[in-house]
């Protein structure tokens, strides 16, 4: 597969996990706001403190009114991350790979970006009753994987779409785990103390968690909640669990045996998923979940990095006539 055509498969995946746990974040926000103060707008500023964007918020848009943030979040064209401009971007390389995916795949994109464009347009009616707009967003990103997984080989393509997506989905439910704690428990020695059931129900709700939570736990807890979107191996949403499809993704690609390595994106895959698979919850909320949280968005990045370097990244390859001659190709 041309590293072209595989960065814009894994992009087109990123971008539509990213659109969905955009609307999951926003999502979870209005659910705490039902147990706290009329009128408040407490509950935005966090939310974009754990978008890591709230320079570029604060110097667009000033106070981080509900309004403001909903605008910025979901239908700012100029702010990268917003839910238009990744719907965009996924159509984007959709387009320039039209004949890798399935006419299906392209055709509810198309639908997906198109619907949001429209609603742009009339921005201030979705703002007056948003969570319907934004549970559509969530059913639209599954049917357009669900799709996916219905039409598309499982070739180098498909373990690339399913590598970006679990990625993004690491990396966003960890983000959603660290806007419960930014507001409700601000200070590290903080973290870990009682909190009330109604809103640790809406973090759950947030990853469509809740009842198979309820399986697998009798009550529910702060630390409950923690170990089960951290490190349960079963749940879809849960980090652990997206971590070891990612590695098992890139393997696939690779053709290397699990639990070897030959590149810097098994490496450090296999590495966080060892880490995970050892992991004391307690000890994690008792260090600091913001900072462990930090920490895990940080080597994310950085398999980022390694999977462009490994399979994307154009390098110069030598062959011995060419070494003869004093000659070089690039290939991807």
Not at 31 to 56: C, F, K, T, V, Y
Not at 57 to 67: K, V
Not at 125 to 153: R, V
Not at 172 to 189: A, E, F, G, M, Q
Request: charge should be negative; proline fraction near 3%; glycine fraction near 4%.
């Amino acid at each position: 597969m041309l590293s072209r055509v595989a960065d814009s498969i894994y992009w087109m995946s990123r971008y539509i996990e990213r659109a969905e746990n955009l609307a999951r974040f926003i999502d979870v926000t209005f659910n705490l706001m039902l147990d706290m103060p009329a009128n408040s707008n407490e509950p935005w500023q966090p939310l974009i403190q754990a978008s890591g964007d709230h320079e570029r918020f604060a110097e667009e848009y000033g106070r981080a009114t509900q309004e403001n943030v909903l605008k910025f979040l979901t239908f700012d064209e100029s702010y990268p991350n917003s839910i238009l401009r990744c719907l965009y971007s996924a159509r984007e390389n959709a387009r320039s790979i039209r004949e890798v995916i399935s006419s299906e795949m392209w055709e509810q994109l198309n639908l997906f970006y198109h619907n949001v464009r429209n609603a742009a347009q009339a921005k201030d009616q979705i703002l007056d009753s948003p969570i319907e707009f934004f549970q559509e967003i969530k059913l639209a990103s599954h049917l357009f994987k669900g799709i996916t997984d219905s039409t598309m080989s499982r070739g180098e393509g498909w373990n690339f779409s399913r590598l970006g997506r679990l990625l993004e989905r690491a990396d966003k439910t960890s983000r959603i785990l660290d806007v419960k704690y930014y507001i409700l428990l601000p200070n590290v020695s903080d973290v870990g103390t009682p909190t009330d059931d109604l809103q640790w129900q809406a973090v759950l709700r947030s990853v469509s968690g809740i009842e198979m939570f309820r399986q697998k736990y009798h009550g529910i807890t702060p630390q409950r909640v923690v170990q089960f979107l951290l490190t349960d191996r079963q749940f879809p949403r849960a980090i652990h669990y997206a971590i070891v499809q990612a590695e098992r993704a890139v393997h696939n690609i690779a053709g290397t045996p699990l639990d070897t390595y030959r590149s810097s994106a098994e490496r450090r895959l296999g590495m966080l998923r060892s880490e995970f698979s050892f992991a004391e919850v307690q000890q994690i909320i008792n260090n600091g979940l913001h900072e462990f949280i930090d920490e895990l968005q940080q080597k994310l990045n950085d398999i980022d990095d390694a999977i462009h370097e490994t399979f994307i990244e154009m390098r110069p390859v030598t062959t011995t006539e060419e070494v003869a001659a004093g000659q070089t190709q690039s290939q991807g």
